[in-house]
């Protein structure tokens, strides 16, 4: 079993910067490719980013692509999104996912485990 506990949501204005932060525990960390999705009101989760065991390759959803950047610490359990250039499209509830997975694949069926999620809202 994994537990996954995000921080780091909250309130800003378009245009600035947010750090997400997804703390694993109860398994091998360097065993798990993990991804952030994110779920806006009335629609479906979606894919934002994920990252492969080793950090060494990372796929991001086109609509953040050059203003997302994922990283992660095997060393310190965890796994990052830095937010820059927010836009007010980028509003939802974002959670950490982690599965037993080669590759960081976008279909939220590859990850087994997932955070509780944290909200972020960008105001215009």
């Known amino acids: 079993q994994v537990q996954l506990v995000e921080s780091g949501g909250g309130l800003v204005q378009a245009g600035g910067s947010l750090r997400l932060s997804c703390a694993a525990s109860?398994?091998?960390?360097?065993?798990?490719?993990m991804a952030w999705f994110r779920q806006a009101p009335g629609k479906e989760r979606e894919f934002v980013a994920g990252?492969?065991?080793?950090?060494?390759?990372?796929n991001f959803a086109d609509s953040v692509k050059g203003r997302f950047a994922i990283s992660r610490d095997n060393a310190k359990n965890t796994v990052d999104l830095q937010m820059n250039s927010l836009k007010t499209e980028d509003t939802a509830v974002y959670y950490c996912?982690?599965?037993?997975?080669?590759?960081?694949?976008?279909?939220?069926?590859?990850?087994?485990?997932w955070g509780q999620g944290t909200q972020v809202t960008i105001s215009s």
């Open positions: 996912a982690a599965g037993i997975v080669w590759y960081a694949s976008i279909w939220a069926s590859s990850y087994v485990y």
């Open positions: 109860g398994r091998t960390f360097s065993s798990l490719t």
């Open positions: 990252i492969n065991r080793s950090g060494g390759t990372t």
